[in-house]
T-cell receptor, first 116, second 109 residues
Framework: SQTIHQWPATLVQPVGSPLSLECTVEGTSNPNLYWYRQAAGRGLQLLFYSVGIGQISSEVPQNLSASRPQDRQFILSSKKLLLSDSGFYLC???????????????FGEGSRLTVL | TQLLEQSPQFLSIQEGENLTVYCNSSSVFSSLQWYRQEPGEGPVLLVTVVTGGEVKKLKRLTFQFGDARKDSSLHITAAQPGDTGLYLCMKTSYDKVIFGPGTSLSVIP
């Protein structure tokens, strides 16, 4: 069966410090991978998505970046965190059937980032 | 940008009441998904609707897809405290996946 894990679960960082959140998927190959950020009680803002190794699409201009060094690994990074980067970050992978995205997403456990 | 709208934004009801939440888009959905998210966790898929006019039932939850495939509704019968959570609709555009802002439901015992 497929599983997705992301870490760390909780992170408290000072303004200006770097960030690295990691997400790995097991049990599937060539998944689409996504990073979302969520404000408290609200919807998910798509930050990045990737359809393959080294292929990253950015949705929102920001001081964050993403990388996909391996097929089932997706990393969210920042060189210098801002206060506004605080939030709940979710990694997800999606199912493909017949080359089409089915819209069925499976999410990691989430990473809560607090920037002080 | 293809946006999704959801209403109401917040809903607080007593246990046993019925409720309906809505999801709308200015463009046609190829398919639409409903998710539920509990605090501190990732969203979990409830249902996928594909065909205009389609109705799907999941226990006390009834999902309807509009005939024109631009809107959808989620109806909950006899709500229970366990239904509390953030209800999100979602659409796909090629490989991009877009979520609505969500309806935050609180069911009071």
């Amino acid at each position: 069966s497929q599983t997705i894990h992301q870490w760390p679960a909780t992170l408290v960082q000072p303004v200006g410090s770097p960030l690295s959140l990691e997400c790995t998927v097991e049990g599937t190959s060539n998944p689409n991978l996504y990073w979302y950020r969520q404000a408290a009680g609200r919807g998910l803002q798509l930050l990045f998505y990737s359809v393959g190794i080294g292929q990253i699409s950015s949705e929102v201009p920001q001081n964050l970046s993403a990388s996909r060094p391996q097929d089932r690994q997706f990393i969210l990074s920042s060189k210098k965190l801002l206060l506004s980067d605080s939030g709940f970050y979710l990694c997800a992978w999606s199912v493909h059937r017949g080359g089409r995205n089915t819209g069925e997403l499976f999410f990691g456990e989430g990473s809560r980032l607090t920037v002080l | 940008t293809q946006l999704l709208e959801q209403s109401p934004q917040f809903l607080s009801i007593q246990e046993g009441e019925n409720l309906t939440v809505y999801c709308n888009s200015s463009s046609v959905f190829s398919s639409l998904q409903w998710y539920r998210q509990e605090p501190g966790e990732g969203p979990v898929l409830l249902v996928t609707v594909v065909t205009g006019g389609e109705v799907k039932k999941l226990k006390r939850l009834t999902f309807q897809f509009g005939d024109a495939r631009k809107d959808s509704s989620l109806h909950i019968t006899a709500a229970q405290p366990g239904d509390t959570g953030l209800y999100l609709c979602m659409k796909t555009s090629y490989d991009k996946v877009i979520f609505g802002p969500g309806t935050s439901l609180s069911v009071i015992p």
